[in-house]
Each structure stands twice: as C-alpha cells, then as structure tokens.
C-alpha cells in the first residue's frame, strides 16, 4: 500500500510535534528522532524510489542510450538527495556553516559524476555542426 502526500504530511507534522516535546525535556535525543522519523518516511515511500529508478532505466533504453547515462543520472539525483537531507539537518542543529560546505561539496560531486554526460553532448553537438 502506497501513502500518499497527505499521509506522509501528516507522519512530518506529528514528528515535528514529538520532537518539539522532546526538546523540551531532552534536547540530546532530537536528533535521534528526527533520523527516525525520516527513516520512517523513506520506508513508506520506497516504492516510489523503485518507480523512478524503473522510469530513468526505461528512458535510457528507449534513447538507445548506454544504461551508464541512466546510472549516473541515478547516482547524481541520490547524491543530491542525501546531501539536501543532511544540509537540512544541520541546518536545523545551527551548523550553518557545515550545512553550506555540504551544499558546495553535493555541487561539485554533481558536476563530476554530470561530465561523461556533457562530453556525450558536445560530441554530438559538434558532430552535427560538421
């Protein structure tokens, strides 16, 4: 079974209540559960996380492209996730400054898992020139 936005929604707003509570009383343990709670929320949304992957595999083949164009662009979208999770995080801990190198270092990662895909593109832009 699938949940859908109002149901996630709803799972982000009574864990933001618990850890409102739970800064209150214990502020060491805010963090343990805000992780929580976004495990709990990637588990419920797996399947979607599949559909996508299926989606840019099928994409790939029917480009007649090399599946290693879809692998990268797999890997560049997981890598933006995790880094706008973990610059969300420590942003909401203060670390403003950490949060921004993780931002710069997710950019730069991109860009270099992006090139194979750029050169692909000036090749065949410049073949088509010719």
């Known amino acids: 079974m699938r949940l859908e936005i109002i149901e996630i929604s709803g799972l982000a707003i009574l864990g933001v209540a618990v850890i409102l ?17 976004i495990c709990i929320a990637f588990a419920f949304t797996a399947g979607y996380f599949t559909d996508v992957i299926r989606a840019v595999i099928e994409l790939s083949e029917f480009g007649n492209s090399s599946v290693k164009y879809a692998g990268i662009l797999l890997k560049a979208s997981g890598v933006t996730i995790a880094g706008n999770l973990a610059c969300d995080i420590c942003k909401d801990s203060g670390e403003t400054a950490l949060a921004g190198i993780i931002d710069l270092i997710v950019k730069v990662i991109v860009i270099s898992l992006s090139l194979p895909i750029i050169k692909l593109l000036l090749h065949m832009s410049f073949g088509l020139m010719k």
């Open 21 to 37: 509570q739970i800064k209150k009383h214990a502020p060491e343990f805010t963090l343990p559960v805000q992780l929580a709670v």
